[in-house]
């Protein structure tokens, strides 16, 4: 058959060339399994999103069929790459065939290499829309554009022998949000793409059926496992607070898709909302639950909570929760298969990787979306997920998925900020969006009783040294925490702290640690929390342990930055009540060459400072507005409305580029020297070092001329302890340039 003389992929690994027609079919296959998956939750038009999505895979690979690409596929010519751009084909085929037209050409074109900027693509000459112009020979000025145009009626005809005729759609607008559509489209082809050829190459097995949500049973393994958690006598009163919390928040039904749940600190959110979502999940058919947590260090301790509370009998955990850190899929298949494509029933992930996945333009990254319609996302202390300037646009994405894709939404805090009442966060040109609570407000009052009575704030804003600081804050009782506002200051502080009295009274936790490190620390930390002889001790961490994470300190203190973080570190502080009076302290280090600032807190700081020198009484209820005067501090509402323009031009590559969780463009260093030369000699194992490895920024690796031994990894050069981490290294290197300095 003529079908056998063309190819998709060529041979690999002793496995024959996979067929053109082989390849296509299974694409569409895969395509329309994933439309049928999501139809039920598109409001507006489902028949067009599978038509769309249909078309652009049936012709995604059309160029294939090009005789000098044909060569190298079949393995005739030996060459690492096709000759010709095998992807222009396609997008003009349905260009010239008017197949809604540049929905479905853009998804072809975009699936190597992303989306064009729309705007830039609409303003060139009708012949180079959404096409390659590139000149292929110098010597001949050949155009790629000329050359499909030239080949498109022959490998057309192949085309329509190997896979048959296509129907033409009815032509017709796209209803919604024209971005999030694409996307989701695009997210559906690479994904079917993708995995089409890895099955075929034998990468991993073909889809087996999917493990399901399973509400009903989920929510009654959870209500097992919460009862069996039992009341400690000591907080009666509390516990039975708690538990009144989690049959709320599961007996909630609300008609909204966007909800709130304002409760303090160790009410019990992370099992009382999962109860909610799973009744939800039940009520509105969905399919999976994402729950989204501001820092790395403390999914795992998530992760442990769900896996032991939801997983049933003979499932295997990582399949049922999964955990996906930020980046730590290093662009991996074996990995990414059932964790980072979002194909699991649960999965626990950061902001950072959730909402840039929102954002992103990269075909890989993206390749997952499709996976979102129709879940429950719990965004836990959502007052740290985001930094002020990409609220607006992420509150856009969360509408249109709630209204458009069938997602049901939980935004959660113990210190909340009502973004969304804020006009210029919220972007709404009419009536503000109702976002309901879950907890009444009787029910919040009752529980913040004890938030109120435990803490007493206090500040002293003069700026102090590293010797001075340690003497003040070793003068209040313990244990002690001190979170401050660098990575840097965190590691010079516990370093002095422990030249100063000793290595056993100062532990330290921050990112400079690797996960493996801030794991084994913590778990010291609660072991000498539970010991009432062993007091004397001083934590000095970075915010990463303001949330989320179940510690509790006799005295707290906090380097100036901004209300909710100063209102969560206290969250870390006398947490059950035990002591009848604990102090959570506001204050100011003296910066020097080792101690430095975060210029990223300038604003929310000065609006702390400015409630601490007005006498203003801390609490909770100073979230929303800390935030508007932020906002106006930073007159940052023309950087919000060049955001949300850029989205709704379809300016795809500058979304990508400006929505960024984290400022700085970090890289994975990896700082077990086992594991580096395991990399070194091809043996990869990226658990191992996802759990070894530290996220440096790129422009101080270069700084430090740190070597990158893969694509995208890096080997540290320098110093690395189970104390400071790699800032032991860095430590050492300015204290060296120092030295250089001095007379």
């Not at 769309?52 to 596929?73: C, P, W, Y």
């Not at 708690?242 to 959110?269: F, H, N, Q």
């Not at 298969?337 to 929102?358: D, R, S």
């Amino acid at each position: 058959m003529r079908s056998m003389n063309y190819c998709a992929h060529s041979p690999k690994d002793g496995i024959p060339a996979q067929s053109y027609q082989s390849h296509i079919w299974g694409v569409q296959r895969r395509i329309q399994d994933y439309v049928n998956n999501i139809s039920s939750f598109v409001k507006h038009d489902g028949r067009l999103f599978a038509e769309i999505s249909e078309l652009a895979a049936t012709f995604h690979d059309l160029g294939k069929l090009d005789r000098a690409n044909q060569d190298v596929l079949s393995g005739l010519i030996s060459s690492r790459a096709l000759p010709h751009n095998h992807v222009d084909a396609g997008t003009a085929y349905l260009l010239d065939n008017e197949h809604l037209s540049i929905a479905a050409a853009s998804i072809v074109q975009a699936h190597h290499v992303g989306f064009p900027n729309f705007i830039s693509e609409m303003d060139k000459d009708g012949e180079k829309k959404f096409r390659d112009a590139r000149e292929l020979d110098d010597m001949d000025k050949i155009r790629q554009l000329d050359l499909t145009n030239e080949i498109l009626p022959e490998i057309e005809a192949i085309h329509k022998d190997l896979i048959g005729t296509v129907g033409v759609p009815e032509q017709r607008d796209i209803l919604g949000d024209q971005s999030v559509f694409l996307r989701i489209a695009l997210s559906c082809l690479v994904d079917a793409d993708h995995t089409d050829t890895a099955v075929n190459f034998r990468r991993y097995p073909d889809e087996a059926e999917a493990i399901s949500l399973r509400p009903v049973d989920r929510l009654a393994q959870l209500d097992k496992y919460v009862k069996e958690l039992g009341s400690d006598g000591e907080h009666v009163e509390r516990n039975a607070l708690r538990s009144e919390m989690y049959d709320v928040c599961k007996a909630t039904e609300l008609d909204e898709t966007i909800v709130s749940c304002d409760s303090p600190v160790g009410s019990g959110k992370t099992t009382a909302i999962m109860a909610h979502l799973l009744t939800q999940a039940a009520r509105r058919g969905l399919r999976r639950i994402f729950v989204i947590l501001p820092y790395t260090n403390i999914i795992e301790q998530s992760v442990d909570i769900y896996r032991r509370a939801l997983v049933l009998p003979g499932e295997m955990a990582d399949e049922v929760v999964a955990e996906i850190h930020h980046r730590a899929d290093f662009e991996n298949e074996d990995i990414r298969h059932l964790t980072a494509l979002w194909k699991a029933p649960i999965i626990v992930t950061t902001a950072v990787a959730f909402f840039e996945t929102l954002a992103s333009n990269t075909p890989a990254t993206l390749r997952r979306l499709h996976e979102l319609p129709g879940s429950a996302i719990f965004v836990d202390e959502s007052h740290a997920a985001l930094p002020v300037k990409l609220i607006p646009l992420a509150w856009r994405w969360m509408n249109i998925y709630a209204d458009e894709w069938g997602c049901y939404w939980v935004l959660a805090s113990g210190s909340l900020n009502r973004f969304w009442d804020i006009k210029e966060l919220s972007q709404q040109k009419s009536k503000p969006r109702q976002v309901p609570e879950i907890i009444s407000t009787n029910l919040r009052n009752r529980l913040a009783k004890y938030e109120n009575n435990r803490i007493s704030y206090k500040n002293d804003l003069c700026p102090r040294t590293e010797d001075d600081l340690a003497n003040w804050v070793t003068s209040f009782n313990g244990p002690r925490l001190v979170i401050v506002n660098t990575v840097q200051s965190a590691a010079v502080l516990a370093n002095h702290f422990a030249s100063s009295f000793g290595r056993d009274r100062v532990e330290h936790i921050s990112t400079a640690l690797t996960p493996t490190d801030r794991g084994i620390t913590l778990e010291r930390i609660k072991g000498r929390l539970k010991l009432k002889g062993d007091s004397d001790w001083t934590l000095i961490a970075t915010s990463c342990v303001e949330a989320g994470v179940n510690l509790s300190f006799r005295t707290g203190f906090r380097e100036l930055s901004s209300l909710s973080s100063l209102l969560q570190a206290a969250g870390r502080v006398n947490r059950e009540g035990s002591h009848a009076y604990s102090e959570m302290w506001t204050f100011c280090l003296a910066q020097n060459n080792m101690l430095n600032s975060n210029p990223t807190m300038r604003d929310s700081s000065s609006v702390l400072r400015k409630y601490i020198e007005g006498g203003v009484t801390i609490t909770p209820d100073l979230s929303t507005n800390s935030i508007s005067e932020e906002i106006k501090l930073g007159g940052l509402s023309s950087k919000y409305e060049k955001m949300i323009t850029d989205e709704e031009l379809k300016c795809f590559p500058l979304i990508e580029a400006e929505f960024k969780v984290i400022a700085s463009d970090t890289r994975p260093v990896i700082v077990d020297k086992a594991i580096s030369n395991q990399v070194c000699h091809g043996n990869i194992d990226w658990r191992g070092i996802q759990k070894n490895s530290v996220q440096i920024a790129k422009y101080k690796l270069d700084e430090l001329r740190t070597p990158m031994i893969y694509d995208g990894l890096y080997e540290w050069n320098l110093k690395y302890d189970n104390f400071i981490g790699y800032m032991a290294g860095v430590i050492q290197s300015k204290k060296f340039e120092t030295d250089l300095l001095m007379p």
